[in-house]
């Protein structure tokens, strides 16, 4: 079964820290998305990777795809309590069609 | 883009009971999907479609829940004689057909508690 896998599940930092999560798989994906979700409304998309090595920036957050396209990382810069909420991780298996299936999220509590 | 609506936001049920979700996507998106996701989990797919066509469904999915596009627009989910194990958040979503990359844009989902 093609798994993606984020770590850590939850995570309770301070306002201006740094932190990266993770996700993780045994297969290749042809791209990797990266949503938002807060309580009571469905996850946002924030970014896409596409390309192995590739790094995108959106603000404080900076996303990479691996080499290999198995894995990427989410890391936030100063985080604030803005950023509080459900990352989560997605991708189309590269076995052909368009679903789309995610990780179980890491929980993010960002402390003023 | 008025976004991707479900109704209802919430529904609470009988178990036994039937129920049906609605889900309006955006307009010009074909494809449509809906996901279950319990708490503290990411979204679980259950199933998507081209147009009207359901192209693949979750082994998941029991007898007891089925979808339907019947114009290519919007989507119903319904389940057929509940259990208290279908608590969850239903969540439709849609995208455009670009390839693999597609992002999926979310409705708020349809909040299912079954007692």
């Known amino acids: 079964t093609q798994l993606l896998e984020q770590s850590p599940q939850f995570l309770s930092i301070q306002e201006g820290e740094n932190l990266t999560v993770y996700c993780n798989s045994s297969s290749v994906f042809s791209s990797l998305q990266w949503y938002r979700q807060e309580p009571g409304e469905g996850p946002v998309l924030l970014v896409t990777?596409?390309?192995?090595?590739e790094v995108k920036k959106l603000k404080r957050l900076t996303f990479q795809f691996g080499d290999a396209r198995k894995d990427s990382s989410l890391h936030i810069t100063a985080a604030q309590p803005g950023d509080t909420g459900l990352y989560l991780c997605a991708g189309s298996p590269n076995t052909g069609g368009f679903k789309t299936i995610f990780g179980a999220g890491t929980r993010l509590f960002v402390k003023a | 883009d008025t976004g991707v609506s479900q109704n209802p936001r919430h529904k609470i049920t009988k178990r036994g009971q039937n129920v049906t979700f609605r889900c309006d996507p955006i307009s010009e998106h074909n494809r449509l999907y809906w996901y279950r996701q319990t708490l503290g989990q990411g979204p679980e797919f259950l199933t998507y479609?081209?147009?009207?066509?359901?192209?693949?469904k979750s082994r998941l999915l029991s007898d007891r829940f089925s979808a339907e596009r019947p114009k290519g627009s919007f989507s119903t989910l319904e389940i057929q004689r509940t259990e208290q194990g279908d608590s969850a958040m239903y969540l439709c979503?849609?995208?455009?057909?670009?390839?693999?990359?597609?992002?999926?844009?979310f409705g708020n989902g349809t909040r299912l508690t079954v007692t």
């Open positions: 979503a849609s995208s455009p057909v670009r390839g693999p990359n597609s992002p999926l844009h």
């Open positions: 479609f081209q147009n009207e066509a359901q192209l693949e």
């Open positions: 990777v596409v390309t192995g090595g």
